[in-house]
């Protein structure tokens, strides 16, 4: 019966479905030899709209079925689903991934990951790695496949984008502690050129890829630091191009080949950390060149620097203050036609007033203007924006012997302006909001009550919003056990378009579960919805309209079998 549970399990694997992982040689010796659990239900809705069916059946019946085998820590999950007549199976996708380790040292087998430098991989591999990891001491190195190649029909209306399969090998050497260190990565990877049909080799080109990252640290004083990072892509976008023939060219050809559709970038960033008591700041500077690329990177950011600093602090031991400012801009080599920069800033405050009351409270803001590159700028569509916002959010909370109280106040005023002086304020928006929440928990009777009101209104060009929201909920659980739970909730919500449309709905939610014998779980949901159109000068009776939903659940869980693994008993020591 093992035997064919086994082979059941690992089919999909067989049929060419591909996940399955496993962690390390002492995750399996640790786990279970085998273990079949599962679950099986169905749902069933009944929806009623006074407007018709137009995009919904009023009745829905579905039924699912899930099976769980673990084998010896290895999870394969399968799963059935029909519903309205449409059925679907899913099936465990195996991707092998195993990680043993011994003491100081790490082995990769399979889909894996290995820590290098963000600037020239994040991808995983699938292959082989090894690691030796000690408190100063860092080595690694890896081969393997960054990604599979994909060859879907061109005929097809759904197929996926055309890619090569990508193979690449890197290295990694470190020294040092978190405080003084230097890291050195290497990676070279490249398309497979076989790997892709005839026809979609015509369109898409093979790459290849060497990239070489240092990452550095060192502490100057005990409160004063320096962090580095640097990394050098030499990227060819056709790897079949022709060869460049020079001397200069010669010199790195042991390494990289250049070729006439080669490109060789520079990134990285440096920072500098101030650490005080009370204080800390740190400055830092990024700058990632036009065209950047690595074939270890999913996608990569390019032609951009910025400068920013952030800072936080305490006061008297209860304020805590926080605030950061960057800047950042585009067109480093200005050969784009237009440049654009960025501002971010922000502040933020935040204190424990009393034991039981507390208050925070920030400004967040930002600009972007747009100046000239190798074009100048049209001054009348020059973009010139400035976005800012300020929030505060006390609250106070204490509690009683039978009654435990929770008040929270919000308000937030934001604005998105347009400062080019020949727009007009079309797209100009200003938002206020408010609103209060307040919870309440009646201890002897296990029961809580919340309630909250909320209130928004935004101006636009010629226009403005309102919306306001009441809502009331609670929740209750009854038996010994908890094994019947209850809840309840409604809400009254009036939005307003000034001279368009004001609209008034009522909506409510009733829910109830009960729990049998900790594996049967049975519920009924219950949704109703009142939209009504108020405008006075209108025949709004058709704009009206009542929904109401009904769901009745049941779920089953079980555990078909459970093989434990045997645990050695030590012999008791002798007195």
Known sequence: MLLLLMALA???????????SLNTISTIAKSDPLIISGAIGTQNTYYYSSVGYGYRSPWSNT??????IQLYGISMPFAFYYGNNNSSWSFPHISFHIDPTYKNWRAHFGRSNMGMSSYIMNMSFNG?????????VRVGAFYGFLRNAINDDPNDPLARNPQYSRRGWGIKLGYGTGRNYLDVYFLRAADKVGSLDEYWQQRIRPQENTAVALKAGIGLTKWLSLRGNLAYSAFTLDKESPEIISPTADRWSTVFDAKYTSLMRIAGDVSMNLSLRNFNTSVFYRMVQPDYTTLGMYYTSNNYQSLGVTMSTSLFKKIALSANFSGQEDNI???QLYTTRGFVYSANASAPVTQNFHVSAGY???RQLQSDGTTHVNDTTRVNRIMHSLHITPSLSFEGTDLSHAISLSGSWSENKDLNSFASEQNDVRTLAAGISYNVEVKPWEMSFSTSLSHQQSDGYQTRYTSDVLSLSTGRSFLKEKQLSTSASVSLCYNDIRDQQRMLSLGGYLSASYTLNKVHVFSCNANFNKYSDTNISDDHSSRSTTEVSISLNYNYTFSLL?????VKKQKEKAE
């Open 10 to 20: 690992l089919w999909p694997a067989i049929a060419g479905a591909q996940s399955l």
């Open 63 to 68: 039924f699912y079925a899930n099976l769980d």
């Open 128 to 136: 082989v790695g090894l690691e030796y990891n000690s408190n100063k």
């Open 333 to 335: 080599t200005r050969n």
């Open 364 to 366: 967040n803001g930002y």
């Open 562 to 566: 459970h093989l434990k693994r045997k």
